[in-house]
């Protein structure tokens, strides 16, 4: 069911003519409306035929579908690495995983990750000119995002070949934002804990590693981030394992500054691939 799908020119140079696009979808799983937004690269409207590779973009805690755009300056930075030709022409799809509770998990009666592979996944891959396979899906997020993207890719590695985390919080840490006296933290805390990543890997049998090869996977975290130990455990994990990985780390903090110029080095490095 297509609802008010609403498209912007943002305000970008010259050389920028990509399109924001905010759109909506009605969820049975989920039972509410669920807004995302996806970026149409310049020559979308030109060439109504042309299939497009596809990254998709998560959020972190507390945040929405409007972030990356808003406050990640998504818009501008793909369309200057795409203007240059340093990036080929996708198409980025930014979902949403909060109302009340944030969570890119299933439990109770909010059950995100069905909602994404089973809904969300097949209405945008249908709705927007995508092509749908795993040698042209990539996944991304920051901060709980970045939990999302690593989870999402080792519960599914047949629909994505490349996954990068940034500054990715993979398992419950004690930090001011999640105060667990709330119970909607405590619910949060805990769906992160039970997706704790490096215990997820460690975890794996060789059969249960196998596929998750066929996987490019980076982690990239800034040296002064509090999940730095956390994203270095992971790595140690996955190389235990014998699973390839990248890791990137730069100076820099859990911060919107780091996250923007993780994003200007994943897009060029995840084009290459798709």
């Not at 807004?35 to 299939?51: G, I, K, M, Q």
């Not at 995002?145 to 890719?153: A, N, R």
Request: net charge negative; proline share 4%; aromatic share 12%.
């Amino acid at each position: 069911m297509i609802l008010n799908v609403l498209y912007f020119l943002l305000p970008l140079t010259s050389a920028a003519r990509g399109k924001y696009v905010v759109d909506s979808m009605e969820s049975a799983i989920l039972g509410e409306m669920r807004h995302f937004a996806v970026y149409l690269p310049e020559s979308y409207d030109n060439d109504t035929v042309r299939e497009y590779p596809v990254l998709y973009l998560l959020h972190g805690g507390g945040g929405s579908w409007g972030d990356w755009g808003r406050v990640g300056n998504m818009v501008r930075i793909a369309d200057q690495l795409m203007a240059a030709g340093e990036s080929r022409q996708m198409i980025i799809v930014m979902p949403d995983a909060g109302t009340t509770l944030m969570t890119y998990f299933n439990g109770g009666s909010w059950n995100f990750e069905d909602h994404f592979f089973n809904e969300f996944m097949p209405v945008v891959e249908n709705r927007y000119r995508i092509r749908a396979e795993k040698g042209s899906r990539a996944i991304a997020g920051l901060s709980m995002g970045g939990q999302g993207s690593v989870m999402y890719g080792c519960h599914r590695p047949d629909l994505f070949s490349v996954v990068y985390a940034m500054s990715a919080y993979l398992y419950r840490m004690e930090i001011a934002m999640f105060r667990e006296d709330n119970p909607v933290n405590r619910d949060i805390q805990q769906r992160v804990e039970d997706h704790n990543a490096v215990k997820y890997i460690e975890g794996l049998s060789l059969d249960e590693v196998s596929p998750l090869r066929s996987v490019t996977w980076v982690i990239d975290c800034g040296d002064d981030d509090f999940t730095y130990a956390a994203n270095v455990e992971f790595s140690l994990a996955m190389k235990e394992k014998g699973i390839p990985l990248q890791v990137r780390i730069f100076d820099g903090a859990h911060s919107w500054e780091y996250w923007q110029a993780a994003f200007r080095r994943a897009l060029p490095y995840i084009s290459a691939i798709l």
